[in-house]
């Protein structure tokens, strides 16, 4: 036994500790790592442009009360939208109706200094991904609603081509 050990240690050299313990770690991160269950909903809007007074309305099941998501929005806009920002106002509410939280935020759709799009772009279409929400956890199961609206001056904004909620459920 002691002579098959000698024997194994020496065709594997020294290196065998060493290589054992860093694959074993590369599984333990492999599996330690929590993954994110993701939603999407995407709503396209007219090519004549998105109406001030047009909500787009998005609902969500919670199957579990107690559930922790975080928000973003998923814009979709042309490379000639003729602003470098859009204003976005919400309002997230609960099952029975009742508003959980309402606010604006302000998304830069192409950087400032340089007027390049920010988020993934190509030559026809860009993409801003953008957190609104952080870790809400929602007390009740049910379905949720989100309600958005830009917050232009435009009466009629275009060039905005859809807009999408993401929710990543966590852990």
């Known amino acids: 036994m002691y002579c098959s050990n000698l024997l194994f240690r020496k065709l594997i050299g020294l290196k065998f500790p060493a290589i054992f313990f860093f694959f074993l770690l590369i599984i333990s991160v492999l599996f330690s790592c929590e993954q994110k269950e993701k939603n999407v909903f995407i709503k396209k809007l007219k090519n004549d442009g998105w109406s001030k007074d047009s909500l787009i309305h998005f609902e969500f099941e919670v199957k579990k009360s107690g559930e922790k998501i975080n928000f973003l929005y998923q814009v979709q806009y042309d490379p000639s939208y003729p602003y470098q920002n859009i ?80 929710l990543e459920r966590l852990p």
């Open 87 to 166: 204003w976005l106002k919400y309002k997230l509410s609960t099952p029975g109706g009742a508003e959980l939280v309402q606010a604006k935020d302000n998304l830069f759709l192409f950087d400032p200094a340089s007027g390049k799009p920010t988020g993934e772009y190509s030559k026809k279409k860009n993409y801003k991904l953008a957190y609104f929400l952080k870790e809400v956890v929602l007390e009740k199961k049910g379905k949720y609603t989100i309600d958005i609206h830009h917050y232009m001056r435009p009466e009629k904004l275009e060039g905005i081509q859809s807009l999408g909620l993401v």
